[in-house]
């Protein structure tokens, strides 16, 4: 079974340019998440999308937003990208059934390394 | 508010045990994660205790939990070379992905 992907791996982008980023989710997996992790730290919660809406939001800008389609995947976007945005960007699914009685652990993508020059 | 603190770094000599620390602040944490993540890679799973657990014991690993003091530990047995990663404690809700992450310890074994 194919697990969490994302694309692209790398991306090298200039200040001020716009950035999107993808994520598939593991067939079945209705449960989004986006994570921050600049060099030398732990991953940040950016965004939980759920069965296409926005269930969660950690402490970003509102130049971070994403979205999440009717087959589940989802976009992360950054727009007048900084410097300090260069990080490793991580997609996390999971399932959670509809009564959200049954869910699972987080399952992690590889991850999107953006560097902003 | 919600903070999840690791030491920084651990080296150990294979073969012999490996035990990796972790404190948190949020006492309504349904449930305490290790991840592992190694260089270049994303974050893998390794284990996930429920808070009203004291231990968990995978193979290797054993995770031991101290609700009072807010203290996660996790055990590697007989630790290999290929166990050399960044170890990273988490804590929230099962499902719910706002998982509070610590900084990660960087665990290097010694041939």
Not at chain 1, 10 to 18: A, E, F, V
Not at chain 2, 14 to 43: H, M
Not at chain 2, 45 to 71: A, G, P
Not at chain 2, 82 to 90: L, N, R, T
Request: charged residues 20%.
């Amino acid at each position: 079974d194919a697990g969490v992907t994302q694309s692209p791996t790398h991306l090298i982008k200039t200040r001020g340019q716009q950035v999107t980023l993808r994520c598939s989710p593991i067939s079945g997996h209705k449960s989004v998440s986006w994570y921050q992790q600049v060099l030398g730290q732990g991953p940040q919660f950016i965004f939980q999308y759920y069965e296409k809406e926005e269930r969660g939001r950690g402490n970003f800008p509102d130049r971070f937003s994403a979205r999440q389609f009717p087959n589940y995947s989802s976009e992360l976007n950054v727009n007048a990208l900084l410097l300090g945005d260069s990080a490793l960007y991580l997609c996390a699914s999971s399932f959670i059934n509809r009564g959200g009685l049954k869910r699972t652990e987080a399952f992690f993508g590889q991850g999107t390394r953006l560097t902003v020059v | 508010g919600e903070d999840v603190e690791q030491s920084l770094f651990l080296s150990v000599r294979e073969g012999d045990s490996s035990v990796i620390n972790c404190t948190y602040t949020d006492s309504s944490s349904t449930y305490l994660y290790w991840y592992k993540q190694e260089p270049g890679a994303g974050l893998q799973l390794l284990t996930y205790i429920f808070s009203n657990m004291d231990m968990k014991q995978d193979q290797r690993l054993t995770v031991l939990l101290n609700k009072k003091d807010k203290h996660l530990s996790l055990r590697i047995a007989d630790t290999q070379t290929g166990d050399s990663a960044i170890y990273f404690c988490a804590e929230g809700p099962r499902g719910y992905q706002k998982v509070t992450f610590g900084t990660g310890t960087k665990l290097q074994v010694i041939p």
